[in-house]
């Protein structure tokens, strides 16, 4: 039973031995950073278009708003968006109040609702885009409160400027390693820094109360310039070095 211990103890040994060498991190290393980039334009805008009513009467307010944006809504169908990209962002309807004699008194009401419309596709071509914004206020649309852009798909951005970092961390390696006199061994480990993500891009926040309430006036269309954005990656690598 002694024997058959000790042989145990020997290869428990042993195992644990063969555990603190493999897991035991390289003596030298060269640690560098490198950032990289990928750069697109936007391809996919989302709009947010509102109507904001006022009056005396709470059902001709109610009336007034809802036809508006029924209006608004059809003719955005009508430039060939889906509906599942067309979606109500927010609907109010509240009371207005005067305070003036010490208790409130309701002089009128007011209604406001927004949609949010995706229109895919602007790397190509912005007309869409543009006829959805001129023609929602021609419809009866008061309030533009933006334009965002950003990207379908911004994974793939975003493994472009990977690429990128980690092509130029090898090449910046190397380069110290050449200049230290030091042999650039195999990569032991790598590191992404925070920062790649990319919030849309407002193309404007501003509020279109009035435009449109004169029908005689013609309508020009706004132009969309969606630029192009950047998406930035950090990434370290760590080289084992002789």
Request: glycine fraction near 10%; hydrophobic fraction near 35%.
């Amino acid at each position: 039973m002694l024997i058959v211990f000790i042989a145990l103890l020997i290869v428990q040994k042993g195992m644990d031995l063969k555990t603190s060498v493999d897991n035991k991190e390289p003596g030298n290393t060269l640690s560098v950073s490198a950032e990289g980039k990928a750069t697109a334009s936007p391809d996919l805008a989302t709009v947010t278009i509102g109507v904001l009513s006022q009056g005396a009467n709470a059902t001709e307010v109610k009336n007034k708003n809802n036809d508006k944006v029924n209006k608004i809504i059809a003719f955005i169908k009508e430039q060939g968006i889906d509906s599942k990209d067309i979606a109500t962002s927010q609907y109010n309807f509240y009371p207005q109040q005067d305070y003036s004699k010490g208790f409130p008194v309701i002089t009128g009401y007011q209604g406001n609702q927004t949609v949010t419309v995706k229109v895919h596709g602007i790397d190509q071509s912005q007309t869409k885009l543009e006829s959805i914004l001129d023609g929602s206020v021609n419809n009866g649309a008061n309030e533009i409160q933006g334009v965002f852009f950003t990207f379908e798909n911004p994974d793939i951005l975003q493994q472009k400027a990977r690429e990128d970092a980690i092509a130029k961390a090898k090449v910046k390696g190397q380069q110290l390693a050449d200049q230290t006199g030091l042999k650039l061994g195999k990569i032991v480990g790598v590191s992404e820094g925070q920062g790649g993500y990319f919030p849309p891009m407002p193309y404007a926040q501003s509020s279109a109360r009035g435009i449109g309430d004169d029908m005689n006036q013609k309508s020009i269309a706004p132009s969309i310039e969606p630029g192009s954005q950047d998406v930035n990656v950090s990434i370290s690598v760590v080289f084992e070095v002789k």
